[in-house]
Every structure is written in structure tokens, then in C-alpha cells.
């Protein structure tokens, strides 16, 4: 039993300054990283802003065919339809519009 606490001793702190050094290693490719993995993000910014208006302009047609059936049926409800849809569609245009500002 003696034997294995000695052996701990002295085997402990070397361990601890391999990983002390792997890790001061390691972090010299850090700001390397970061610019790359912003580049990435940056780069989906157009791509997904084009999506959300092919998005806002298919909800738009389904609002508009939805308005144009309940007017068409005499419904009393149509002017709140009418604004929740038309109010969905600029949101979705602005929020695109906003977190691409924000975020570019």
C-alpha cells in the first residue's frame, strides 16, 4: 500500500501539468474560430431572409384567398380576418428585415 501512494504522489502533479499545457495549447487557435464560425453564421443571413419572405408572401396568398372567402360568404368577421392576416405577413417581413439589420 505504500508503494501506491507514492506512486500517486509523484505521478499527480505531472498529469496535472500535461493537462495545464494542453490546454494553454489549445487555446491559440481561438480567435481563428470565431471569425470563422461568424462568417458561417453571416453567410445563412441571406439565404434565410429570402426564405422568410417566400414564407410571408405564401402566407399572404393564403390570407388573401381565406379574406376573399369570407367576403365572398357574407361573414360579418371579415375586416378582423383580414387585419390578423395582413398583420402576420408584416411581421414576418419586418422581423426578416430587423434581425438581418441587427445581426449584419
Do not use: H
Not at 502533479?13 to 490546454?23: E, G, K, L, R, Y
Not at 398583420?87 to 428585415?97: D, E, K, S, W
Amino acid at each position: 500500500m505504500a508503494k501506491q501512494k507514492s506512486i500517486f504522489k509523484k505521478g499527480f502533479p505531472a498529469v496535472v501539468f500535461f493537462m495545464t499545457v494542453t490546454n494553454l495549447m489549445a487555446q491559440g487557435n481561438g480567435s481563428a474560430g470565431i471569425t470563422e464560425a461568424t462568417q458561417m453564421v453571416t453567410s445563412y443571413f441571406d439565404p434565410a431572409t429570402k426564405l422568410i419572405y417566400a414564407i410571408g408572401a405564401i402566407v399572404g396568398l393564403i390570407g388573401g384567398v381565406k379574406v376573399y372567402s369570407k367576403f365572398s360568404s357574407g361573414d360579418p368577421d371579415t375586416g378582423k380576418t383580414a387585419a390578423s392576416w395582413f398583420g402576420a405577413c408584416i411581421f414576418l417581413i419586418v422581423a426578416a428585415t430587423i434581425l438581418r439589420s441587427f445581426f449584419l
